[in-house]
């Protein structure tokens, strides 16, 4: 019952957990990934505007006259105006890399002009116009993004910054000079910061080397340079077993636990990572997880005291008709059930109780007529005994020998006769209770040896020696002595019955507290485990080619039983087979 209603709470309980665990997990892999691709789309939109405020096209037809200085300056000019993150910007010569005008935010501020640099040894100027310079740059119609340059992060006195150079073009799409810009990437740090996870949740992005840009507000401690932690590198070099598909949990360079995924920004050579530390995302989880864990113990307790409820009504009176029937196969039928459900099982009980009964009362006719059958057939059996006796012993007049022989045989079969029907009549006494004992003060050892004496014809039959060692003193019990010469009659006599060729039979005694036990040990064939279980009841016999030729009733030992316990003894077996028997009585001292 227990298990019935347990095992599937139990089993819910561990799904749920699991179920709601998995979906979590998927719940906080989806935010992040969300949150990354969101962030990325800010900072790509952040990028791309500035190239479009880069990719000037300007309508002249006389380069010399109308790309002039003042014209340059004013390109400029505006350029810083429309875009705020624009540091400084310059017009560089196409064919001999130095700038031909340049604008500086730091100098407006000072009312000063700067100086215009030689940049054809850098990375900007380089890219851009090899990248002209291996395509027709006037035909090109693919779009200007092909010829931008975005070099790597560097750091200055304002923050991280970033050179974006672009071709600027003519009307007739030829390219007449290249526009190099310094980005100022303080705003890649808002877009971090306003990143919203969980209640403490954040994102970092960092550049080509693993340098932190930007940080969420609740970052913590996390280094500026990442340069050296396993997931940065991991995301730079494109391994990707963390990605925004998979998070991982870890602990944080800032000491948290947490659970992150990160990816990298393609077409910067940038990455971000998402990390939420796992209290916060958790927190959820885990008051799922204590929802579930005390629903399932309420439910348990319940189906607990709903088992022992049903148990009781149902187990209950189903143990007690168990009972009932092995009473009744132990021959008891003075038991009957009291069930009192008010349903089926009370009727089963009702119902049982009127077979045990009927069993009783069949019982009871049994018992009537083998008690009757065999009174009524001692006398003619005895009779028989006596004037076959009589014909033998050639009273009658004189009888051949053939004929004494025929006589002796059936004499010997009447005799098993006469030891049936005493044996029946014990046993319709025993079961109703009619076994008379007389217990008085009794002295063993004269009724040990005249038993001897009786069955030593018997023994010698056989060439069995029969050693019996008395107690000295042996001390005298309280017993019948006519029943006790019975039991030792019966438990000698199969001791030489059940020994095949020599042997000996050995009877001792042993006094314990309150009892004399006497032991009757034989090297016969010994008795199985499984029959010894069943000796001492009523008809059983124990059937093995050995035994198969010996006769007997398979009610002697019951009837020992019977006397035995009758006199407040007790008997017992102790054999293996093939190798003897032990059996022994008990009888209470004097
Ligand atoms: P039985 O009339 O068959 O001897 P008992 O009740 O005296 O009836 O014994 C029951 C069975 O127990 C016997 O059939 C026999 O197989 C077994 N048994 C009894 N005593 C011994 C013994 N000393 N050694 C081996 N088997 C024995």
Request: proline share 3%; charged share 20%.
């Amino acid at each position: 019952m227990l298990g019935i209603g347990v095992l599937p709470v139990i089993l819910a309980g561990l799904f749920a957990l699991y179920f709601v665990t998995q979906s979590h997990n998927e719940s906080v892999a989806s935010i992040e990934s969300n949150l990354i691709s969101e962030k990325i789309q800010e900072v790509n939109r952040f990028i791309d505007e500035t190239k479009r405020n880069l990719e000037l096209v300007v309508t002249v037809s006389d380069l010399d006259k109308e790309f002039t200085a003042e014209t340059r300056g004013i390109l400029l000019n505006q350029l810083i105006d429309a875009n705020s993150a624009i540091e400084e910007a310059s017009f560089i010569d196409i064919n001999t890399g130095r700038e031909i005008s340049r604008v500086s935010r730091a100098y407006q501020k000072l009312g000063q002009t700067p100086e215009l640099r030689d940049e054809s040894n850098l990375e900007s100027f380089k890219k851009v116009s090899a990248a002209l310079a291996g395509a027709d740059n006037c035909k090109s119609e693919a779009g200007n993004q092909n010829y931008d340059y975005i070099g790597p992060v560097y750091f200055n006195a304002s923050g991280p910054a970033v050179t974006i150079a672009a071709p600027v073009r003519n009307a007739a799409n030829c390219a007449i000079s290249i526009l190099s810009a310094e980005l100022n990437l303080t705003a890649v740090n808002r877009i971090a910061q306003s990143a919203a996870l969980g209640k403490t949740g954040y994102v970092y992005i960092f550049d080509q080397s693993g340098r932190v840009i930007g940080k969420g507000l609740r970052a913590g401690d996390l280094p500026d340079n990442l340069s050296s932690s396993p997931i940065t590198q991991d995301i730079l070099s494109g391994r990707g077993s963390l990605s925004t598909a998979r998070t991982q949990r870890y602990v944080s360079l800032n000491g948290l636990p947490v659970i992150a995924a990160g990816t990298n920004i393609t077409g910067l050579g940038w990455g971000i990572v998402a990390e939420w530390p796992s209290a916060d995302a958790d927190s959820v989880l885990v008051a799922l997880e204590v929802q579930i864990i005390i629903f399932s113990l309420i439910v348990f307790v319940l189906v607990l005291l709903l088992s022992v409820l049903l148990t009781n009504k149902i187990v209950g009176p189903i143990q007690q008709l168990e009972a009932g029937t092995e009473a009744v196969a132990k021959g008891k039928f003075d038991e009957p059930v009291t069930i009192k459900t008010g349903d089926e099982i009370e009727d089963l009980g009702l119902a049982f109780n009127k077979m045990t009964e009927g069993l009783k009362q069949l019982q009871a006719l049994k018992d009537e007529f083998v008690f009757i059958a065999a009174h009524e057939l001692k006398t003619p059996v005895a009779a028989i005994k006596g004037y076959l006796s009589i014909i033998n012993d050639g009273l009658a007049g004189p009888v051949s020998d053939q004929v004494k022989g025929f006589i002796t045989k059936v004499l010997n079969a009447n005799a098993r006769l006469i030891r049936l029907v005493e044996d029946l009549l014990e046993v319709a006494r025993s079961d109703a209770g009619k076994i008379k004992v007389d217990v008085v003060k009794t002295d063993i050892v004269p009724v040990v040896n005249e038993t001897l004496s009786e069955l030593k014809p018997l023994a010698d039959e056989k060439g069995i020696k029969m050693v019996y060692t008395p107690l000295t003193p042996t001390p005298a019990v309280m017993a019948d002595n006519g029943r006790v010469r019975e039991v030792l009659v019966n438990l000698i006599g199969n001791a030489i019955k059940y020994t095949v060729g020599n042997g000996s039979i050995e009877i001792s005694h042993e006094t314990t507290e309150k009892n004399l036990v006497t032991h009757i040990k034989d090297h016969g064939l010994g008795i199985s485990k499984d029959a010894q279980a069943k000796l001492f009841t009523k008809f059983y016999r124990v059937a093995t080619k050995d035994t198969a030729n010996i006769s007997g009733t398979g009610l002697g030992l019951f009837i020992v039983k019977q006397i035995i316990e009758k006199m407040n003894g007790t008997i017992y077996v102790e054999s293996a087979e093939g190798q003897g028997s032990t059996f022994s009585f008990s009888l209470p001292l004097a």
